[in-house]
DNA sequence: TATGACAATTTTGTCTGAGTAATTATCCTG
DNA sequence: CAGGATAATTACTCAGACAAAATTGTCATA
């Protein structure tokens, strides 16, 4: 062969509805496979030049994918030593591919927990704040979204587009950009893993009420309540939530 | 001239204690004209090919600098349409680098305010949860930390070693990994951006005391005692925070 | 023998030139 | 006027070469 590189499944795996280039397929890849543990964390990531197999692509995309690992705090490489997946603790867990790749392979439970615990510190925190600082819009955007959450059930697009409409609405609401940034990447990354539920499970309960009374203490300019409900709602969707399952393969 | 690219001062600026490559630097760079404003959320950034002027590198290094920026959601590239700047919604604000590249150039109050608020949610509830988890080791680890603080106070590398060894171990105890990235993350770059400060301020006030106060509820393990006292603790702090400053240039 | 300087080696970093693919805008045709 | 083919622009990918940095091994000298 005239060439280092040899192949691997690249491509395959590329998304349907595609946006990523191919660095953008390898640094995912790449990404899936540290997070669920293939590396240890002193391992060398699959060497750019040679080395055993793998990687049918050009030092170019290949850079720039362990460019993108290396931004997230996945692997450090330093010349002459190699590229070396770094302990979990230097990554950046909560960056929304991170947390991403980290739900689309680890159906760690602990994990799951872990996160539920911090989403509910931060989305109550964040309702307490929304009834001190709501406006009269947000309050009308609100009611728009259980609205369509209501009508048509989050069994329908339209039914869970409405629930994060009333979700980012209410983060909106609290005009703290820290709070905005940190929950929309949780909330997104929880969303597209837990898309896939609701088979073979038990019948989740209706969640519109709980909703409600969010709703409700918030426009009421009540903290404390709209603290308590918000809570009490992330608790119910995290037993709502099954533990994610490997979608593909 | 013979080719695209001319000549920044890419390089005057690269930190002394350096790791930081080429590419590395660049990014730290449009990283911080991005997060100071420099750029409105269309804007192109500095073209890839000939363009206006700047850009004495290669397109390697400047292609991974945008792949850097692009995985931290600050630009987003298309073909056709270039690398543009992304509004500020879709930043990864509680990425280590983008804080501290916004700590770096901008003092802006309203933000600083935001952080904090943050802080004082998340760290407040981490000391909750510490003070029912916490082993005898972490109690011993902390103790130990609050009294380097108190023998060699905060002006010393010594002493800010002991506080960062506290709020560190007081993390660890929480034992949600997902709790311990958002805060040590954000600890760095405040930590950074507020170690220049102590110039024409008055003097602030002694930390330890609060320390300790926080350090008995945990030890006692009483979370409500532990979550005020830790946030007391961080609104101390803010008050004796400054806006930042640039430092450089 | 121990120690220091020096050289070889290895891996990442950087540069350049060429060509491909995707997306927008334009123009032509119905 | 509408819709589809076409052109133009930009990022994307590949490949080859060389430079820089850090580890390792070697050798000479005290």
Redesign the interface.
Known sequence: MGHMTTHVSFGRSRPANNVLRL?GTIARDLGIAITSGSYQPGDLLVGEVASSEKLEVSR?AY??AV??L????LVESKPKVGTKISP??K???????VLAWTFESEPDLE?LE??F??RD??EA?AAA?AAKRRTKAHLDAMRDAIDRMASHTLATPAGRQGDQDFHRTLLEAT????????TT?VQAAVNTTTMFKQRDRPLPRDPVPDHVRVFEAVADGDPVRAQSEMSTLIRLAFKDTPVPQRTKR
Chains 1, 2 share one sequence.
């Open positions: 660095h170019t850079r720039e460019r993108i290396a931004a997230k705090g979990r603790s990554w950046n867990l909560l960056d929304p591919d994990l872990s996160l615990e911090l510190i931060v925190a704040m005009g703290n950009p820290y709070i905005i940034s940190l990447g």
